[in-house]
């Protein structure tokens, strides 16, 4: 099984906040790092991202091999993007500086690289973002304060169940997945994409089918102890909002509005070095 | 339309997120450079035919977006709201395919087949590539091939293992009564 | 006093059924008592439980005739929730059932549905936590839990709502005997303080009888056939007709020739009254005869030296080794977590081994693939469910041969020769879902079987089972193992299983092994008993009572005795049937 993000239980001011707090931090990261393009924001976002990540003393093995994957996807995404429109940086900017040519219509120009340097920051705005968020919110702190901030409880414990599966249906997987494997059925190799198609499905029938009564026996366990008997319901490890929740909330509201409005003053997103 | 949301649809968006997510890393290679087939997206698209468009639409959107998260550190959007939409689109036949009952027979086949291409082809057609422009700003070319080739990969494996999983499940409720032991 | 449950005259037919499955059921269960039910799968005792919690008919509909009363109280009024209030189950799936994050959350679960304030809560939970003994664990997520810990958690999660019935739903399924031994005296503890009305639904009635109960109720075919007290029951032969097992000293005594007396309390062995048959079973042992040893055969799997460990510094498997001879039939025995199932993902390839060497006939299989190994070494998992991929059976069994690419024609052929020995032939043309439990394990087995392997592993081949189902797949492993020459090697924690099917029991306690030895020498040793989570059989305590000082020789002699009596009925019911 591949590593994944999950928490782990560390005393820091951010762990002690709300999960509704973090999500809301990390919602609106996400949000002001999609819209904005101004290299200025970006980079203040950058370093705040990684203070807040040094404050969570979030450990490089917790995240180094996830860390490690997501840059394979970056410097995927910054060649294709040049492959499919070298002239991208110009298409944004205006200005073409021809810095050298390689062949055809590939030119490296000051503004594609500049551009490319823009797709970069965005993606490292948001992994410690992220990262923090996975590992310092507990997940089941995090489910009922949900429903504290108006989230219908259904939808909290949704939720909660998956977290509460995840690991038990990987464990599942591996188990169907060794047991066919000695049956012969190999996952990898040189087989046509069909039979590959076919030998996936050889895991997947017997644990769809190992779910769905996974789902009912669930179900009957949680109505015979009463779930849903009433509009509302309390949480055992609901946690109120406190102080530092508020002044989390107010601090990341007004850095995106102000962020935003930055970003937008100009009538562009883009940040323009070149004119 | 399905739209009753009692405790099974809960657990089933639960245990169905999970299994959306596990599955995040099972990737089939197509041959196409960093083109996956993604079985999980066949398994939503069984869900959604099951449980109805709300389950199919949340476990989409959860569980790509938790998936994203936890395997890849990141989460792209603007690929997590299309996988909704496909969830949402595909379970609002739901009751037309009546898979429970046994009658997923040709007629809903083809029912699941048209609904799951239409849905997805305005999810990864449309819906991802008007988001990343807006979103990314990144050549409208690219993202079209990218989302293509998400189009094709997504019609195929719910296409193929999709169907078989509707339908095997299916064979599951009938009745078997017509069978008699043979020498 | 009115009773605590009542059903009068009552019948229930599932809608999708022909036939009700429960029929003129008159049953009265007064507050404060402890009663066990017993009868075989599909007698319909899980639908009366299911009556007693509700889920028959508001989860699973269906017309109901009769009255039946909870409380004084009649279900159809109360609802489900209204219920849940006065009935706590303990389903059989403790996974299934844990549905919070973490154990508290878990216990919580009930008391958060009914709105109860969080400070409440803590209190509550604090309380019950202690009570069956999980306050350590409150903060622990599921996984990291063993299978009896789960049980408490499950116990507690019912106990906070103050239920005046504690219904168990097969409770010894998935635990080890120690664990189960334990689990059973939880249940009389918590009967005695709280004056809590206990229904346990189990088959495993020796384990359950580890406790006192007040009364066992039968239910075979949809009826109630016996509704008495152990002691009373034990005497008759209402347990054997229904295809449940009795407890093994009571079938021993009844094999010397001696009928059972209920005032001599025959319900536990260490406080029965032993006058009446001590001399003739001692009679009986010394007229008995033993097994005969098996010839020496060469060496089918061999284990030398082997370390396994995930993290560095935390083995799970240490200095294992053993060698398993060709045809034998052996058992890996140990309580949960031992690292069984870890020996045999390293004898099948998915885990390397640390350090040490697996031999198949002699020859190192290190440099084998998983694939290739599993054309000689073929692995049977726990659940049907969780092998079988293809909707039709004649699909499911020509997988293996199919991705090898053997011909088609090949194909059939052996396909059908293993449908025949598997007795699935007749279904060959058949979907997977119409086949029963029993049935769909042959499926899996015959999956393996096609491949002719030389070795076979089963996962906890009958859990789950009853003694009927049990029987028949042990019978038919042993068939397979006496006509085919496979060896085959069983991961189980049943002690029935490895005391009457295998030559051989391989103890693994804590990542050691520390016994390897026939199963009556291990089973009537304690102190290998309690390491390994196992329980001395009783057969030990009679033999003793009996004044027998060779208990093994004892426990040796009975199963060669049962198994020749085996012979014999299916010899009868051939002649019969021709």
Known sequence: MAKILSYEEKDTWIHRLSGVTKLIFFLLWCLTSMLTYDTRILVTMVVLALIIFKISRTEWKQVGAVFKLVLVFLVFNVFAIYIFSPDQGTAVYGTRTVLFHIAGRYDVTKELLFYELNVVIKYFTVIPAVFMFLVTTNPSEFAASLNKIGVSYNIGYAISIALRYIPDVQGEFTKIKHAQEARGIEMSGKASLISRIKNTSTIIFPLIFSSMDRIDVVSNAMELRGYGKHKKRTWYMGKKLQRNDYLAIAFTVAFSVVALAITFADGSRFYNPFV | ?183 | MEPMIEFKDFSFKYRAQKEPTLRDINLKIMPGEKVLIVGPSGSGKSTLAHCVNGLVPFSYSGDITGTLRIGGKNPADLGLFGLSKIVGTVLQDTDGQFIGLTVAEDIAFALENDNVPQEDMFVKVDEIAELVDVKKLLENAPRELSGGQKQRVSMAGVMVDDVDILLFDEPLANLDPATGKRAIDLIDQIQKKKKTTILIIEHRLEDALYRDVDRIIVVGEGRIVADTTPDQLLVTDVLKEQGIREPLYITAIKHAGCQIHAEDKPMHMETMKMDRYRDKVRDWFDRTEGKAARPEAPSALKVEDLYFSYVEGRPILQHIHFDIKKGEMVSIVGKNGAGKSTLSNLICGFYKPTRGTIFLNGKDVAPLSIKERGEKIGLVMQSPNQMISKPMIFDEVALGLTVRGVPEEEIKERVYRTLKICGLYPFRNWPVSALSFGQKKRVSIASILVMDPEVMILDEPTAGQDYRHYTEIMEFLKEINETLGITIIMITHDMHLMLEYTDRAIVIADGHLIADDTPAKVLTNETIADKAYLKKTSLYDLALGCGIDNPSEFAERFIAYEREKKKETALAEEKTDG
């Open chain 2, 1 to 183: 339309m399905k739209l009753k949301f009692g405790i099974k649809e809960v657990v089933a968006i639960g245990v169905g997120t999970a299994l959306f997510v596990a599955l995040t890393e099972i990737q089939i290679p197509t041959g196409i450079p960093n083109t996956y087939l993604q079985p999980r997206m066949a398994v939503m698209a069984f869900l959604a035919a099951v449980f109805g468009p709300i389950v199919g639409a949340v476990v989409g959107f959860l569980g790509h977006a938790l998936g994203d998260a936890m395997f890849y550190g990141s989460v792209w959007w603007s690929w997590v709201f299309p996988d909704g939409l496909v969830g949402l689109i595909i379970g609002l036949f739901a009751a037309k395919y009546a898979i429970k009952e046994g009658g997923f027979g040709k007629k809903a086949i083809i029912l699941f087949n048209v609904a799951q291409i239409v849905a997805n082809a305005i999810a990864w057609i449309a819906l991802a590539p008007i988001l990343d422009i807006v979103i990314y700003a990144e050549p409208t070319d690219k993202l079209l091939v990218q989302g293509a080739g998400a189009f094709l990969g997504n019609i195929l494996i719910v296409g193929i293992l999709g169907t078989l999983l509707c339908a095997g499940y299916s064979k599951i409720g009938a009745k078997s009564s017509s069978l008699s032991k043979e020498d």
